[in-house]
């Protein structure tokens, strides 16, 4: 049986093999190399755009995606036929205007959307990279956005936007290609991640890797899945991204279909149906593996750790412009991290803007209807257009 009629009848709805989007593959003659050593190559990036590129090749925005996002930034889902995960912020006549820029969105690498990650084919075996594939950091995802944005013909970005994972890889845009970043909007984000999030992270990686379905990582090759413990990983990590007053607000104590307890372990309360809805969707548009991959990306980032510890070092005399964004329920990335971080900004006299928005959503308020984070969205991209030389 071949791999993909193994994916197929494993009911893998991934777009690893297959992405429904364009791609940009990098032969032998331009491998990526790896913060681990390690060199990947082939690779294939895949990505969406939307707008057009002016004449000056100065218009381009690029859109950094969170941890279980994907490239889909302004367009359906293939995989859940869902609108755009920022369809909020992107789109014609919207704060980020594709009437007006172009905008880029890549899948990640390690992710499971069309760029390579451990669910696409290693060319050595033709069967998928498992956990033989390397361990990526944030760093190695930008290098691969930074080899796209050449190909496309791009010097400079005007601006790179991105929350929480996506809000990392701008941080990363800005100390590690400072002169091709004209302006830059870390959202809902920290300069490194905390010993608590990556407990977190540790508590999903466990549950996926305690599945028996797991399979040592070879559950695609065995036409297996190990939903049970990516839906648990689901689960745990969902709370994190939302506020006890938001829980409230939204649940309660309120039954599920019933006006008394069942005495059982049933979803008796909303909120554990709710939860499980959450896990039983995610298993069905994400790679197990992946997640591991993605999340350890996220433990490993330190920008400080790059300079000597010294966070301000890594934008010592920067040209680019930043809009620091935090929300004040969100306990994942909490304003203290913010602060911090454009106190580092001030201290390598860079320009920057700090916005705290007022917000019972929590983490994810980023990702929702917020009417201060599209005011401030939109007023920063006309500043920078406008200081750019872009018009209005």
């Not at 992270?201 to 049970?228: C, I, N």
């Not at 330190?302 to 929300?327: E, P, W, Y």
Request: charged fraction near 20%; glycine fraction near 8%.
């Amino acid at each position: 049986m071949t791999t993909r009629r193994k994916i197929k009848e494993a009911g893998i709805r991934n777009q690893a093999i297959d992405p429904a989007s364009p791609v940009m593959q990098f032969g032998a003659d331009k491998p990526l190399m790896l913060d681990s050593g390690a060199v990947l190559s082939p690779f294939t990036i895949a990505y969406q755009h939307y707008g057009t590129l002016n004449a000056a090749r100065s218009n381009a925005v690029l859109i950094c995606h969170a941890l279980t996002g994907d490239q889909h930034v302004a367009n359906k889902n293939p995989v859940t036929g869902k609108d755009g995960w920022w369809q909020t912020l992107v789109g014609p006549g919207k704060c980020i205007d594709t009437d007006r820029y172009f905008v880029i969105c890549s899948n990640v690498i390690g992710g499971c959307m069309g760029t390579t990650g451990p669910a696409s084919i290693n060319p050595v075996t033709g069967e998928p990279y498992g956990t033989d594939f390397p361990v990526v950091t944030i760093r190695d995802m930008v290098r691969a956005q930074a080899m796209l944005i050449e190909a496309l013909g791009i010097e400079t970005l005007f601006c790179v936007v991105g929350g929480s994972m996506g809000g990392m890889q701008v941080l990363e845009w800005a100390a590690s290609y400072p002169e091709k970043v004209f302006s830059a909007m870390p959202l809902a984000t920290a300069a490194k991640h905390s010993a608590q999030n990556i407990a977190f992270h540790e508590v999903g990686r466990q549950a996926v890797m305690a599945d028996p379905e797991w399979r040592a990582g070879r559950y695609l090759e065995e036409g297996t899945r190990p939903e049970k413990g990516l839906a648990v990983a689901r689960m745990a990590a969902h709370i994190t991204y939302l506020s006890e007053p938001a829980l409230q607000r939204k649940f309660g104590r309120k039954f599920q279909d019933r006006v008394a307890p069942t005495f059982s372990f049933d979803a008796d309360f909303q909120v554990e149906s709710y939860l499980r809805y959450q896990g039983a969707s995610f298993v069905e548009r994400f790679d197990a593996n992946s997640y591991l991959y993605v999340t350890r990306a996220m433990d490993y980032f330190d920008i400080a750790a790059d300079h000597g510890g010294q966070l301000a070092k890594a934008f010592m005399n920067t040209k680019t412009r930043f809009c620091v964004v935090s929300f004040t329920s969100d306990w994942l990335f909490p304003t203290a991290d913010s602060r911090a971080l454009v106190h580092a900004l001030n201290a390598g006299g860079a320009s920057v803007s700090f916005v705290e928005i007022d917000s019972d959503k929590g983490h994810d308020a980023f990702l929702l209807d917020e009417p201060e984070l599209m005011a401030t969205t939109g007023g920063f991209i006309a500043a920078a257009a406008r200081a750019r030389g872009l018009g209005r």
